[in-house]
């Protein structure tokens, strides 16, 4: 029993303090990563005294991929030295395999695809947390991006998180500046120009709202006409506006229309089928 506890002790005085100075290293270091990372990023986007700027936004990005590398790297190097001390011969399988080919050994050549797409979309700045964008089919906001993944949240509120190395093209829809589009339909038997000119006085009341003003870039433009379709002339009007803005500005504009041609009378088009009954002569008896 006293050998026992002889060999307790003394495995504890080589080699458990090692790893509980080990471990505190890595708290400390974790949360040194986090307040360093966080001081920095912050310094950054103090540079510019615009809130949520472009700046800002692929500061946060950046700062974050930096902040979860950092982690991993944290608790991979404490394990490692960790599994040293309790005996675990780690050095001859790295020695021998080597970190390329043991990371292949391991399966890890997608991670390794993942890490070097997300790299080079950082660095191509193609988007940053907070955009709104199209991979695969998929358009959503960007919640969080690693070199790993990227986490898109879309309008149903559902997360999607895409590997890097599967994202081949990207639509940024929130990049500098949006464009809000609403096409209007009214029926062939409307006089076009009185619409036109109805839709043109919605584009400049929008402009004089003092709280829709703030979200436009230039003044909304009606093109004219923009097809002929089945039921209806179809017109438009668009207008350009901050990024991400386009929804909010194309639902005012929705709902001004609407209330607008109905106090004109102009008849806003719909499918509709007309229908003609013939009465067959009546045969004499």
């Known amino acids: 029993m006293e050998n026992f506890n002889e060999q307790t002790m003394t495995w504890l005085r080589e080699h458990g303090l090692v790893i509980f100075i080990t471990l505190v290293v890595a708290v400390i270091a974790y949360y040194l990563v986090g307040i360093l990372t966080r001081a920095i990023s912050r310094r950054i986007q103090s540079l510019d005294d615009v809130e949520d700027s472009e700046l800002d936004r692929r500061t946060k990005t950046i700062f974050r991929v930096i902040h979860s590398t950092g982690v991993v790297i944290i608790i991979s190097t404490a394990i490692m030295m960790i599994l040293t001390e309790l005996g675990v011969a780690v050095t001859p399988v790295m020695a021998s395999v ?46 969080q991006m690693t070199l790993r993944a990227t986490a898109l949240r879309d309008l149903y509120g559902t997360v999607h998180v895409i590997p890097n190395g599967e994202i081949r093209i990207v639509a940024n829809k929130s990049r500098d500046w949006s464009r ?67 929804f909010e500005v194309q639902r005012y504009l929705r709902r001004q229309i609407r209330l607008v041609f109905a106090e004109k009378g102009i008849e806003l088009a719909f499918p509709r089928q007309d229908v003609m009954i013939l009465n067959e002569p009546k045969k004499e008896a």
């Open 98 to 143: 080597g970190f390329v080919g043991l990371a292949f050994g391991l399966g890890a050549q997608t991670l390794v695809k993942d890490m070097i797409a997300g790299l080079f979309i950082l660095i191509e700045n193609q988007y940053t947390v907070g955009d709104v964008v199209e991979i695969g089919g998929i358009t959503g906001n960007v919640e």
């Open 180 to 246: 809000a589009i609403v096409d209007v339909g009214v029926t062939y038997e409307e006089d076009v120009d009185t619409a036109v000119q109805t839709l043109q006085e919605i584009g400049d009341a929008l402009a004089a709202d003092e709280a829709m003003a703030l979200l436009l870039q230039e003044t909304a433009v009606v093109t004219g006409i923009e097809g002929l379709d089945q039921w209806a002339v179809r017109l438009r009007i668009m207008v350009k506006t901050l990024p991400n803005a386009q």
